[in-house]
């Protein structure tokens, strides 16, 4: 029953045992495993779904572990067809380099164990990247690109990276440009799964929201971004002129 509704049996003998409160997305699993009819399982998902928001602080994600926070994202890229990224702040998880994981985590003061953990798991999850089922569309700004969270040649290597991945035919990867008028505003990263689920990473949590009028809030905002931002051989242009600015840096530096 868990391994077919995508979780650990300690996690489902905990929601069994009312001492986990189940999210929406858990009990969707939990009734696609069991094999009930729809109607049943629109009017429970609905219940689910009643408070439309679930807010999980990252103090408590650290205390069961980081790197199980990649698994359940597995379990959930797995199950889905398609996917939309927003990204105003950091290279996607599901496109950074080795070296550019290493320096994000570090932030969060986690273990060696845990660290090395947390980035084999964002790594083992990468492998979505080759599963040509899906379809995963990324939208980043150009800041992203300058950030400096690595050292200039790791940074070269990390856009090398994107523009390596933006050639898989189901992988559409757009950049926002600094030089377009902008109409909206990059808030904040927000993920979007087969219109069914949007996850913010928030400073303190990571939000889940499954509520369809609020879904369709950020759909419109990631549309709204895709018609203004570069594509193709613009957007891989723009990539690589980044790029050898690293490159230069290096060399003279």
């Given at each position: ?16 045992n ?6 929406a ?7 696609t495993?069991?094999?009930?009819s ?62 550019y ?9 986690l ?5 090395s ?45 994107i ?71 613009q ?13 230069r ?5």
């Amino acid at each position: 029953m868990a391994r077919s509704a995508l979780m650990s049996p300690s996690k489902l003998s905990k929601i069994e045992n009312a001492k986990l409160a189940a999210s929406a997305t858990d009990v969707e699993r939990i009734l696609t495993a069991i094999g009930v009819s729809d109607e049943v399982k629109a009017e429970y998902t609905e219940a689910a779904r009643a408070s439309a928001t679930e807010a999980t602080a990252w103090r408590l994600l650290k205390r069961i572990g980081v790197h199980k926070g990649q698994q359940s994202a597995k379990a959930l890229e797995a199950q889905m067809s398609t996917l939309r990224l927003f990204q105003p702040a950091l290279v996607p998880g599901l496109l950074q380099t080795p070296e550019y994981i290493r320096a994000v985590l570090q932030r969060h003061n986690l273990s060696e164990d845990s660290l090395s953990r947390t980035i084999n798991g964002r790594l083992e999850r990468q492998a979505v990247l080759y599963d040509s089922a899906k379809s995963l569309r990324f939208i980043i700004t150009e800041p992203v690109l300058r950030w400096r969270i690595v050292p200039p040649q790791m940074m070269a290597a990390q856009l090398d990276r994107i523009f390596s991945i933006s050639r898989l035919p189901h992988v559409d990867i757009r950049i926002v440009p600094l030089r377009i008028q902008q109409r909206d505003i990059a808030n904040h990263a927000f993920v979007i799964r087969d219109d069914r689920m949007v996850t913010v990473e928030t400073v303190h949590a990571e939000v889940v929201v499954t509520d369809p009028r609020d879904i369709g809030l950020y759909v419109e905002k990631f549309e709204g971004f895709e018609r203004v931002a570069l594509s193709g051989d613009q957007m891989r242009g723009l990539v690589e002129g980044i790029r050898d600015d690293f490159l230069r840096e290096q060399e003279t530096g």
